[in-house]
């Protein structure tokens, strides 16, 4: 074996030593959690609200995004073209997104007009115009975001891997939607989403930035105020599943010379003992640019511009996705590839060297996390929306501080088994069944911007 200076370079003994940022759980009125990072170093206040529905909780593909996205054309006092004048006058940004499993708007301003910028938004999430007009302009706005997603070789090769992991959950619809259901939405559903979305418990804010605790108090109580009494949501998503086997499914995209594949594996959720040690065995396999999986496959092998692994989250469970881009004749060799260093983690120990760097990386990647008021309260926000306590990225973070190759081992054998894998691939179809036939009957997955695509179901 050639020498490696990467590999071999010393390493100092201690860890690097750090400092958690503390959000401070500020008292709140039933229904609500409220946690505040007060940071008197800017002038800028951040503050993000969750609501606990997403798009895979709304009866129709496509109508949670739609919905809240309309919330942005106007209130009943307040033209769209107004609504955004005043808006951009005060110099704030002001999003909403919706994910499958929350809704959150999120807004950062100076101090100096926090005031003015709160007034404006609770008019917008307190009394919203949704008129059927403005519904109907985003909903085309939606569909072309629809036919641009339906481009894109990553998503379709996310969308893939979704369907082979877990076929007909809500997690396999885009939160876009899809043609068929976009097609035929109305504005009186938006209306009716967007009063259950309000009424939903629990609703989490999150504030930090040029702010007091006092600041916080008054801004939550205005938003009590503001909303109807509420009802814990009510919807509960299937879990996603554990035990896998080998499944292949295509999205098509014609005519492509390369294709994307993104593979799935089974993973504990944060508040399982194995997650700490999945969490760093991720980062090892593929979290970080002289990551097994991208020496390999991008290094030695030249197959791939890169490749990388990721440990996902979700409301109804976790999965490792692996993705990587190659020429449509490799796809196979690709995934042999990955499957060989699944088998290794099967046999081997991690070495203290390479998971002392892994290590390292990971404090790198917190520590960058850390450098904003905004950063910070992400940070926060993922384990709080799942009912983790505050102090858990604290803990995680001491636990990875102190793992030894040992407690990885267990992991690694039951989570990173290469028969659990399964497949998700973009590109040309025909090409793909003939090159992956040998390892699962392929599936071909109609595509969410096709009129004639089935809905997924609950």
């Known amino acids: 074996m050639t020498h490696d200076p990467l590999r071999t370079a010393p390493l100092r003994d201690e860890l690097p030593s750090v400092v958690f940022p503390g959000i401070v759980p500020i008292e709140a009125p039933v229904g609500w959690q409220c946690y505040g990072f007060p940071d008197a170093t800017t002038p800028l206040v951040f503050w993000q609200l969750v609501l606990p529905l997403g798009s895979a909780h709304a009866p129709q593909p496509g109508l949670a995004r739609l919905s809240m996205r309309s919330l942005l054309r106007g209130t009943r006092y307040h033209s769209a073209e107004e609504f955004h004048t005043r808006l951009e006058s005060y110099g704030a940004t002001l999003e909403v997104s919706v994910g499958h499993d929350w809704t959150t708007v999120q807004c950062v301003c100076l101090r100096s007009v926090m005031e003015e910028v709160l007034a404006l938004v609770l008019e917008m999430l307190c009394e919203p115009d949704l008129a059927e007009e403005e519904i109907a302009r985003e909903k085309q706005r939606q569909e072309a975001a629809l036919r641009e997603w339906c481009q894109a070789p990553e998503a379709l090769a996310y969308y893939a891997m979704l369907h082979a992991l877990a076929p007909g959950h809500p997690y396999a619809v885009p939160v876009l939607g899809t043609a068929s259901a976009l097609a035929q939405l109305t504005a009186e559903e938006c209306r009716r989403w967007y009063d259950t979305v309000r009424r939903a418990l629990p609703r989490v804010m999150l ?3 040029a702010i007091t605790e006092d600041d916080a108090r008054r801004w939550l109580e205005r938003f009590h105020e503001g909303f109807p009494e509420g009802e814990t949501a009510s919807v509960v998503l299937p879990q996603l599943p554990r035990d896998t086997e080998p499944t292949v499914v295509i999205a098509p995209k014609a005519a492509a010379v390369q294709s994307t594949l993104v593979l799935g594996l089974p993973a504990p959720m944060p508040w399982e003992d194995a997650y700490a040690a999945t969490f760093v065995v991720t980062a090892v396999l593929g979290g970080h640019f002289l990551s097994r999986l991208n020496r390999r496959l991008r290094e030695h092998e030249g197959m791939t511009y890169g490749i990388s692994a990721a440990l996902r989250i979700r409301r109804a469970g976790a999965f490792v996705r692996i ?136």
Do not use: K
């Not at 960058?368 to 910070?376: D, F, K, N």
């Open 207 to 209: 504030i930090g930035g």
């Open 323 to 458: 993705e990587s881009a190659v020429d449509t004749e490799q796809v196979a060799r690709a995934y042999r590839l990955v499957a060989e260093e699944l088998q290794r983690l099967q046999h081997e120990l991690i070495a203290a060297e390479e998971l002392q760097r892994v290590v390292r990386i990971l404090y790198g990647w917190l520590l960058r996390q850390m450098v904003t008021p905004a950063g910070v309260l992400d940070f926060y926000a993922a384990p709080l929306l799942l009912g983790l306590p505050v102090e858990f990225p604290h803990q995680l973070f001491e636990r990875i501080r102190r793992i030894q190759p040992e407690e990885l081992y267990p992991v690694q054998q039951r989570y990173f088994r290469p028969e659990r894998l399964v497949v998700g691939v973009s590109g040309d179809a025909e090409r793909l069944r003939q090159y992956l036939a040998w390892l699962a009957e392929p599936r071909v997955v109609s595509l969410p911007c096709e009129v004639n695509a089935p809905l997924s179901t609950l």
